[in-house]
């Protein structure tokens, strides 16, 4: 079965600053790859997704690139501010296959006032 | 927030017992799934449902059953619940093309 890893699992940057989290997933077959946002005591929140067919989609301060041939996607958030203070994970999934999210373990982001 | 409610939304019970959680949805999306989350691990797939009295099992099935009856309602089961199984439960929901979307959790705590 598909299995995604995710880095770093904590996450401090300064207020205006970058952050940038890494997933790699093992199923060449997956397509589909969102992040989801959770902040505390809360439900996940999709904040962005992509699919194969796309190198790179973006909305706002936040993007997200895709490698298919490194098996490996990254969430870029730029303009970092208090709010984006969360735990983030990313997924993957075959919408060919099953219709299962594989998730990574997540990433504690912090943002520093 | 895609219509999904979880009930209880806190539960305490004690090592032994037989609990059930609810999920109800009034989105008509096809598949749904219960996940449990746990510092370290993140979300955790345990079962998920392709349609009416159509179900699979995820990474962690042990010790726990679902049933759904009826599209918008999903039962997760655990027949006899174990300290390990104290945990937060999310009910998410899917067209199975789109985002999944997330209910509010349950909060389980077993003595």
């Known amino acids: 079965g598909e299995n995604v890893e995710q880095h770093p699992s904590t996450l401090s940057v300064q207020e205006g600053d970058s952050a940038v989290i890494k997933c790699t997933y093992s199923?060449?077959?997956?397509?589909?790859f969102p992040w989801y946002k959770q902040e505390l005591g809360k439900r996940p929140q999709l904040i962005i997704d992509i699919r194969s067919n796309v190198g790179e989609k973006k909305d706002q301060r936040i993007a997200v690139t895709l490698n298919k041939t490194a098996k490996h996607f990254s969430l870029h958030i730029t303009e970092t501010q208090p709010e984006d203070s969360a735990v983030y994970f990313c997924a993957a999934r075959n919408n060919f296959g099953n219709e299962k999210l594989t998730f990574g373990t997540g990433t504690r982001l912090t943002i520093i006032p | 927030d895609a219509g999904i409610t979880q009930s209880p939304r806190h539960k305490v019970t004690e090592t032994g017992t037989p609990v059930t959680l609810r999920c109800h949805q009034t989105e008509n999306h096809r598949y749904m799934y219960w996940y449990r989350q746990d510092p370290g691990h993140g979300l955790r797939l345990i079962h998920y449902?392709?349609?009416?009295?159509?179900?699979d099992k995820g990474e962690v099935s042990d010790g726990y059953s679902v049933s759904r009856s009826k599209t918008e309602d999903f039962l997760l089961t655990l027949e006899s619940a174990t300290s390990s199984q104290t945990s937060v439960y999310f009910c998410?929901?899917?067209?199975?093309?789109?985002?999944?979307?997330f209910g509010p959790g349950t909060r389980l705590t077993v003595l």
């Open positions: 199923d060449s077959a997956s397509n589909y």
């Open positions: 998410a929901t899917s067209d199975g093309y789109n985002e999944q979307f």
């Open positions: 449902s392709y349609g009416v009295k159509d179900t």
